[in-house]
């Protein structure tokens, strides 16, 4: 069984900063990838930042250049540093992990439970 906790969501000003932290625990043999998705009101979940085990990164034109994110292998956490923020960042953003759970499985997606980033103008 595998979870993951975020944190670091809130409430803060159009050109603010905000850290999110996403820890993954439970029965994890090895993590494939993270990464961060968001879902604004109406709108579909989009990704917004993703990195590999090998520390590949990828992110959406939206937050290029804005938003970077890291990982702490040890803790199994990744972390989303969000600067110069804008209100259309608004959205609950979501943690996502592909994570084997033992050897010779598969790898399975999971995801935690969201954490509300508020922007306001």
């Known amino acids: 069984q595998v979870q993951l906790v975020e944190s670091g969501g809130g409430l803060v000003q159009a050109g603010g900063s905000l850290r999110l932290s996403c820890a993954a625990s439970?029965?994890?043999?090895?993590?494939?990838?993270m990464g961060w998705y968001r879902q604004a009101p109406g709108k579909q979940r989009e990704l917004v930042a993703a990195?590999?085990?090998?520390?590949?990164?990828n992110y959406a034109d939206s937050v290029k250049g804005r938003f970077t994110i890291s990982t702490n292998n040890a803790k199994n956490t990744v972390y989303l540093q969000m600067s110069s923020l804008k209100p259309e960042d608004t959205a609950v953003y979501y943690c996502?992990?592909?994570?084997?759970?033992?050897?010779?499985?598969?790898?399975?997606?999971?995801w935690g439970q969201g954490t509300q980033v508020t922007v306001s103008s």
């Open positions: 996502n992990a592909d994570i084997r759970t033992g050897l010779g499985l598969w790898s399975h997606d999971y």
């Open positions: 990195i590999t085990s090998g520390g590949s990164t």
């Open positions: 439970g029965t994890i043999f090895s993590i494939n990838a």
